[in-house]
């Protein structure tokens, strides 16, 4: 069998993925007050991980990453709808979030809030689902 | 404010998604989802219990009230719904766990049911038009995975069908409700009923109100049906009975929302227009009903000229019709499942579902015989089975409002049906019994447990029909004041 030459994009991605990883968190944490959050975020996630089964093969992706993505989609959305519940116990109405601003010890003053749970949870279903399609339709067998 | 509005919603897609993650053991899949189911409907007779007390149940979702936010609405019509829907699906449950098979059991077949249900729940409680669309295409994913689920030559012909005809009605949809807040600047029920009872319905509005009668025609089965007998026939029978018994009411439900909230002030054109639409509904679908002589064919054409009928006492805008057409639609969902599964169960074991290739079940299957019977004159409104009330209001409620061609049809096309299943019973049941046990393809054991609850179901619903009278009519006084429901919903005292 003839072995593909590809030494570049092999090179490339194995740099790109950092970067595109460390992107994707940084447009998931700005999402709360500037443009990005869990959809966007997700989705550069998963661009990374595309492009690793791209440059590598899916069987040696899936080695080193585990994972059942249907799983990873179906625990996105729970996390969503569980963070919804949250607002509930609190006797307030379904999907309430709330922030608060607290002292951190290397961050400073911080603002936490519980829509991040939530754009956690949508980042998730995301991930799960872009690369469920995508391998879905990779995978010729 | 009031919580247990969404529980209907999300007590369905948390169990669901359990069960994706715990995809490996069928039989947690198996408890989970009739426990869900069950609570779902234990929460909708709470609910029906508040609101005959307090009035609408309203959640305004993440406190933003309306019109701002999305707002879930538990009005009486909507919540009988729900519990009617949580019936029907606990007993095609228990005919899929005989019925559906290991493979599409491991196939998520459990999560794409729960799935289906928070989406038509969804579509029951939600009080704005765009989260209606959300939830219809929550519903819909959902009915294009169980419909092709198993992959059949059959099945996937049907599939590409239903996929097309319904992504087509989920672009008019949008673009109707573009329109609709382009004119308004609203997509709350409530507000929409406010703004256009203001403005007055002029001709543009009521152009979008027939483009929103289009699409839910489309998902109802009226008049526009040519999709319905083909896939609701093909994927197996768990599935067509949950779909014939929900997915058609969604869209009925939507029309009776629409047309009787929103755009009621030129009931000359628009329900008029569903009235015309009804009256061809029926009788196309007792033609089809009648000429043809496969089960499933026969079952389909039944489902759409009940379609019809319900419609025909919405299109007369009037109490009597109303009330009819609720009371039709609450045992329609009950019958169209009992006759899905019956018609299934004499699938299951002839292995065929021509007519003419089997007789004389009556011997080995008497209950069988006698429960397809009753839900044959139920099904047809012989009184005192559940579909006679239903079918005498509608009736009056033609006849007072002077359609009576559409009364007429209405008689005249229960007779088809009556004669349609009939030939079932006469041909199936009747005559020299061609099978032996020994050749029987398949057996009843387990499959008659949900088929006697909804054969219980639709004659206790005949009797005791005076029991629900005072939520049917709660449910008809909000229906026919709208002003009830918007104050409710917008806060006004």
Known sequence: ????????????????????????????????????GGFIGGLAFSSALILLFLAFDIETVRKN??????????????????????????????????????????????????AVLFDIGVALAVIGTSLTIILSIGDDR | MNNLIILPIIIPIIAGLLMVIFKKSIKFQRILSIFAIVSTGAVAVILINQISKDGIQILHLGGWKAPFGVSMVADMFATILILVTSIVAVCCLLFAFQSIGEKREAYYFYPLFLFLITGVNGSFMTGDIFNLFVCFEVMLVSSYVLISLGGTKIQLRASIQYILINVISSFLFLVAIAFLYAMTGTLNFAHLAQRVAEVGQDGLLTTVAILLLIVFSLKAGLFLFYWLPGSYSAPPTAISAIFAALLTKVGIYAIIRTFYLIFYHEPQITHLLIGILAAITMVLGAIGAVAYGDINRILTYNVIVGVGFILAGVATLSVEGI??????????MIVKALIFLLGGTVIHLTGTSKLNEFSGLIRLHPQLGWMFFIAALSLSGIPPLSGFLGKVFITEGTFVTGYFWLGGIGLLTSLMVLYSIMKIFINGFWGYTVLTEETEKGTTKGLMLPIGILTALTIALGLGSEGIQTYVDLATQTLMNPEIYIRAVLGIK
């Open chain 1, 1 to 36: 069998m003839k072995v593909p030459n590809d030494i570049i994009i092999r090179s490339v991605t194995k740099v790109a993925v950092v970067i595109i990883l460390t992107f994707a968190i940084n447009l998931f944490i700005s999402g709360h007050h500037h443009p990005g």
């Open chain 1, 65 to 114: 990453i585990p994972v059942d993505f249907k799983v990873v989609a179906a625990l996105g959305v729970l996390i969503s709808v569980l963070t919804g519940i949250g607002g509930m116990i609190f006797n307030m109405p379904f999907l309430t979030q709330d922030f608060d601003y607290f002292e951190l010890p290397i961050f400073g003053k911080t603002e936490l809030a519980t």
């Open chain 2, 323 to 332: 009330t009819g057409s609720l009371y039709y639609l609450i045992h329609d």
